[in-house]
């Protein structure tokens, strides 16, 4: 499985708008991402305030700026995640490369388990790793199906950084089934064993 990663490891506001503006070229009009215009939209925006920012060289408009750089940049990131989720890595690896995100491959098996509940919301259902790994930059692949089995068709429904998310715009009286793995830097794991909850 492919894994998109920012690159922007120890990269000053100077490398970041430099970085943001080339990521913006090579995203519009590119034919994998036609449907990213709310992401870049934010990203072109956030590149610019962080160069007029540092171009007036105030620290405090600089650090305002920077945070929202790097919002835009996650949330940028997750999108494309969430467009190669289940591609062939090939294809996934040819997509990111057309940006000037980075990749990584996965590795050694983590053990993943999970535990779903109905949500406080109609229609929804919370998900929960049960045991956290204690490390930074982690992230979470949830998947749901409304059949288990050789027949079973996994769907992609969260991306995440954090170990529990709600799902939701789910059917009553139907029974879905959900699982997760974890990704550690360039590790990836087996899915979970599967957890499974129906909303009134």
């Given amino acids: 499985m492919i894994i998109v990663v920012e690159g922007l490891t120890g990269k000053n506001a100077a490398d970041k708008v430099k970085f943001g503006g080339n990521n913006v070229i090579k995203i519009t009009g590119n034919p994998f991402f036609t449907d990213a215009t709310t992401q870049l939209a934010a990203l072109s925006t956030t590149t610019n305030d962080l160069k007029k920012a540092n ?10 700026a920077e945070n929202a750089f790097d919002i835009a940049n996650k949330v940028m990131v997750m999108y494309i995640q969430t467009k190669i ?12 490369d057309s940006t000037e995100y980075q990749t990584k491959k996965k590795g050694s098996k983590i053990i993943a388990d999970i535990s779903a509940k109905k949500g406080t919301e ?13 490390k930074k930059k ?36 139907v029974r879905y089934y959900f699982r997760v793995a974890v990704v550690i830097g360039d590790v990836t794991s087996d899915y979970s064993v599967v957890t499974s909850c129906t909303v009134d």
Avoid: H
């Fill in 55 to 64: 171009d007036e060289g105030k620290a405090s408009a600089i650090a305002v």
């Fill in 85 to 96: 989720i289940g591609l062939p890595d090939d294809l996934a690896k040819e997509m990111v």
């Fill in 122 to 134: 109609a229609n929804t259902v919370d998900l929960r790793k049960k045991v956290t790994t204690g």
């Fill in 138 to 173: 982690v992230a979470y692949i949830w998947q749901m199906a409304t059949i288990i089995g050789d027949a079973a068709n996994w769907d992609y429904c969260k991306f995440s950084t954090k170990a529990s998310v709600t799902v939701d715009g789910l059917l009553s009286n």
